[in-house]
């Protein structure tokens, strides 16, 4: 099985294996189905990992339903910290993710150049938290005398099937610009790839990410597909590089409540891949209109 | 003051239908030509006032929806986005004065073919048409100050599917954005109200817009399925039902077809009792009744505070007195001709609904004309949130009153709902306006007033009343890949 740290040489002592579980409302729970599946590399395996039910895709959505209205009245700034802190605690653990990324089959250098990408991009958004809402807001010159303004609102719950080959970076580029908008979120972790997803859970689990707004599953796309697209209280499905055939079941089964599907199939590596769209593909425009008073003769208007 | 206190008796003021030209019959609009279909049928288009047979209109084949598209990608590829960006805004300009010359005509003919009063023809759908183009014309050259870092392309050929209940407008809303963004247009008026958009048609000929920018093909719902389904249409906008869009949204799977969809709603409109009451009427009224109820963002759903309740539904009652129902085209009409028969039944069949869900019925008894399609403003009160009348959309001029004690309590309520197109919020109180606004799930939300529309003003709903925007700067990326 594997090690999940480097740091057990000293002789005579059995190291202690890390368990492997999944991450629903700031809790670590195993899988309610009590079924695991044994991903392997290169011959290797890599532990046994949840295998994720319907029933924990339903638990996870309630519990980030539960967490979004709360994340989303947090301050800009105060969301802005938060994914300022993720980064902070995943830098500290990054020999650990160094580690379980050469398990799952990357070099060390590029393993490292993995984690450090992964916690600059955490930080590249950070600082958009409080920053967006300038750039996509406006206040629309309406014919009339109103005063009339157009601002983004989170869609509330996103589903994200994670990228498959890219465990953590991928994870972290799709999954920072979606909390970053006040979005609450259930990620399906690399099927194949899985041990840094959910250590990455424990990283948020420690970096004052209220429980709820990142909910953390593993096991098989392939049996999920239904499940999490056909969900009522699932407003949006972002996908790593789909398949054809999966993209058109999740597309299908998503009008059954009108979902918004966002698809990315892109090189997280490439820097032009982190930007603000990202984070306007997961909000709403709300427009708001208020009658502006005509009393003076000079009148008012924007 | 009594209720039913009916308001003055006024003369009939019936605006002229003299100057207004309209064909017989009409072909389709393809590649610049009104052409006859390749099959041999037609449908009439029913004035729903007289329910006269006012004119002929061609019901396109797929064939026909084929050529169309042809047309469209011929025109764009061999014109339309080579054309400078800025000689394309004026031809859109030139389209928005020649609709202002024109207003009169299209007003006139607006109500004569859907039934809407002609003082809402009149001073709304035709002025803000317009308005449409003229905003939109503006944009052509200016793309990439919308989108900062992002280089704006068009996308090709847009297939559009409108509604009913604003024709014209509905067909400016669609069109003006897509041909400022680069991009040309089939467009699929709806089977009860073809007559404006084929007026818009000669407009386009007169502005000598280069054949094939915009087809307009005439037809039933088959029509509109050719379009969604045709492989060489790159994007589809749709506004009609939800139903209609979850159909449109499944069909498109899978294909690489971009997609902006505004759907159907159940408004809440909330009257707090800090409001300014006989504003608050008005805006009720106006929420509800403005276009017969035929509105897809219509406040349907009233809630108001228990301590006003009385006081506001006696002035309502009192309002829905003085409200004139009958011909569409005298100017003191203020509720016209429901848009068919089809609807009209289906309006008559919520009412029998809501009386039989045990809620307190009440319309005022003012007089109806003997022919026509006719429905009078209609109350419902004590009705519960589980009631049929209050989580289905009626499209029709039939309210739904709840009430409510605390902020929380109608929040709640306002948001129980799969739609989230619009609402309304009624109090004096600044702090409490957004307070309610950031907090209602929908993407249009008036506050101390109600049913106010412009181009420059994002329009578009959360959840199941559909996605995308269409206004404004946001509604030009529904049109563009970058």
Known sequence: MAKSNGASGEKNRLEVLKTYKIYIGGQFPRTESGRYYTPEVAGRPLGNICWSSRKDVRNAVVAARGAQAGWWTRTAYNRGQILYRIAEILEGRRDQFVTELQLQGLTKAAARKQVSQSVDRIIYYAGWCDKYQQVFSSVNPVSASYFNFSVLEPMGVVFVVASEESPLLGLVSLLAPIIAGGNTCIVLASESKPLSSITFGEVLATSDVPGGVVNILTGLRSELVEHFSRHLDINAIAIDSPSEPMLLSIQEFAAENVKRIRHYSVDWKNPDSENPYLIQDFCEVKTTWHPIEQISVSGSGY | ?482
């Not at chain 2, 109500?111 to 183009?133: C, Q, T, V």
């Not at chain 2, 996308?155 to 897509?178: D, R």
């Not at chain 2, 994007?235 to 902006?260: P, W």
């Open chain 2, 1 to 482: 003051m009594s209720e039913s206190q009916a308001t003055w008796d006024l003369a009939p003021a019936p605006e002229s239908i003299g100057h207004v030209h309209w064909e017989k019959s009409y072909g389709l609009f393809i590649n610049g030509q009104f052409q006859p279909s390749s099959g041999d049928q037609t449908f009439g288009s029913i004035n729903p006032a007289t329910e006269e047979r006012i004119a002929e209109i061609t019901e396109a084949t797929d064939a026909d929806v084929d050529q169309a598209v042809k047309a469209a990608r011929n025109a764009y590829e061999k014109v339309w986005s080579k054309m400078a960006a800025r000689e394309r805004g004026k031809y859109i300009f030139r389209i928005a004065r020649l609709l202002q010359e024109k207003a009169r005509e299209f007003a006139v003919i607006e109500s004569l073919d859907g039934g809407k009063p002609i003082r809402e023809s009149r001073d709304i759908d035709i002025p803000l048409a317009a308005a449409h183009f003229f905003y939109h014309a503006g944009w052509a050259d200016k793309l990439e100050y919308a989108f900062p870092n992002r280089k704006p392309k068009s996308l090709g050929v847009a297939g559009q599917v409108i509604p009913w209940n604003f024709p014209l407008l509905m067909a400016a809303w669609k069109i003006a954005p897509a041909l400022a963004t680069g991009n040309t247009v089939v467009l699929k008026p709806a089977e009860t109200t073809s007559l404006t958009a084929l007026k818009l048609a000669e407009i386009f000929q007169q502005a000598e817009l280069p054949p094939g920018v915009v087809n307009i093909v005439t037809g039933h719902g088959s029509v509109g399925a050719a379009i969604v389904n045709h492989n060489n249409v790159n994007k589809i906008a749709f506004t009609g039902s939800t139903r209609v869009g979850k159909i449109i949204q499944k069909a498109i799977a899978g294909s690489k077809k971009r997609c902006t969809l505004e759907l159907g709603g159940k408004a809440a409109n909330i009257i707090f009792d800090d409001a300014t009451i006989d504003q608050a009427v008005e805006g009720i009224i106006n929420g509800i009744y403005f276009n017969q109820g035929h509105v897809c963002c219509a406040g349907s759903r009233l809630f108001v505070q228990e301590s006003v309740h009385d006081e506001v539904i006696h002035k309502l009652k009192h309002r829905m007195n003085s409200l004139i129902v009958g011909d569409p085209l005298d100017k003191n009409t203020d509720i016209g001709a429901i848009n068919s028969k089809d609807q009209l039944q289906t309006i008559n069949q919520y009412i029998e609904l809501g009386k039989q869900e045990g809620a307190d019925f009440y319309q005022p008894q003012c007089n109806l004309p003997a022919k026509g399609n006719w429905c009078r403003p209609t109350l419902f009160t004590d009705v519960a949130q589980s009631n049929r009348i209050v989580q289905e959309e009626i499209f029709g001029p039939v309210l739904a009153v709840q009430t409510f004690r605390t902020v929380d309590e109608v929040i709640n309520k306002a948001n129980n709902t799969p739609y989230g197109l619009s609402a309304g919020v009624w109090t004096d109180k600044g702090s409490k306006i957004f307070n309610m606004t950031s907090q209602l799930r929908a993407g249009v939300i008036w506050a101390n007033t109600y049913n106010k529309f412009d181009p420059a003003s994002p329009f578009g709903g959360y959840k199941e009343s559909g996605f995308g925007r269409e206004g404004g700067l946001h509604g030009l990326a529904g049109y563009l890949d970058f």
